[in-house]
């Protein structure tokens, strides 16, 4: 290569520097010697160019997205056996995962036994808004409000709902686990309060809507939070047999044999 060739590449990759475009930097010498080889128009090659920028942002934008949400385990929907839960409606799950849902600000709620597979779907649909660039966020329930509570211990109470107010989507596995102390459901209750009709929520069960007063210590706050979670949601029944007990019996079986 020629000095004055080797100057230019050095003066462009130091534009892209100042500019935040490494990819045409990395890319722009590799790309101009194909549009010189195919007689691409000036046009054609910056088009390219840009197309390269764009793409490696998008791509970098959703592995951001995606280990913001913290997701217990990467589990897809294309990875769920609708087979073996055949009473689930794959054409609402798969839905869902196009997105509307969250243009709508509309819960999702996910009810059924241990074992069911409500957190595979929660965390595809979790995955499914990160590949859509959306901001989400998976915690489980105890998880939420431990931090709330030692946010509240620490003066940071304020600071730590308005960080959860700027997701676009928080799924809220395991509500029904554990029983809540009253402080907790409180700050609980002010989380999904502020998301009504706002933003989305997805939320995994394993009890029934008429036993929620087991785990909320008030029955007043345990109405008035089904009252702002079921309002247009999309209620979703796993149903009481476990796949993952199913998956393991047959996993043994097929070692007999």
């Not at 676009?168 to 989380?191: N, S, T």
Request: with cysteine; charged share 25%.
């Amino acid at each position: 290569m020629s000095k004055a060739h080797n100057l230019t590449v050095a003066t462009i990759q130091e534009h892209c520097r100042g500019l935040r475009l490494p990819t045409v930097a990395a890319q722009s010498e590799r790309l101009a010697a194909e549009a010189a080889r195919t007689n691409q128009s000036h046009l054609n090659y910056l088009v390219e160019l840009l197309g390269v920028e764009l793409e490696e942002r998008e791509r970098h934008t959703i592995e951001r997205r995606i280990k913001e949400a913290r997701l217990p385990r990467m589990k897809t929907l294309e990875e769920f056996d609708f087979s073996a839960a055949s009473h689930i409606s794959a054409r609402q799950i798969h839905a869902l995962a196009e997105g509307s849902y969250l243009e709508r600000a509309e819960p999702v709620i996910l009810i059924g036994d241990s074992g069911t597979g409500k957190t595979h779907l929660a965390s595809g649909l979790c995955l499914a808004a990160c590949k859509q660039k959306r901001r989400a966020r998976f915690v489980t329930a105890t998880g939420l409000i431990n931090e709330l509570v030692e946010a509240q211990q620490h003066n940071l109470l304020s600071r730590a709902l308005q960080r959860w107010t700027r997701y676009d989507l928080i799924v809220l596995d395991e509500v029904g686990y554990v029983p809540f102390a009253q402080v907790g459901a409180e700050l609980l209750f002010q989380v999904i309060s502020e998301r009504a009709e706002r933003a989305t929520l997805i939320i995994t069960t394993n009890l029934p809507f008429s036993e929620w007063t087991q785990v909320f210590p008030s029955a007043r706050l345990c109405k008035a939070l089904l009252d702002r979670i079921t309002d247009r949601a999309h209620i979703i029944e796993t149903g009481t047999e476990s796949y993952r007990f199913k998956r393991t019996v047959a996993g043994k079986k097929k070692a007999k044999e």
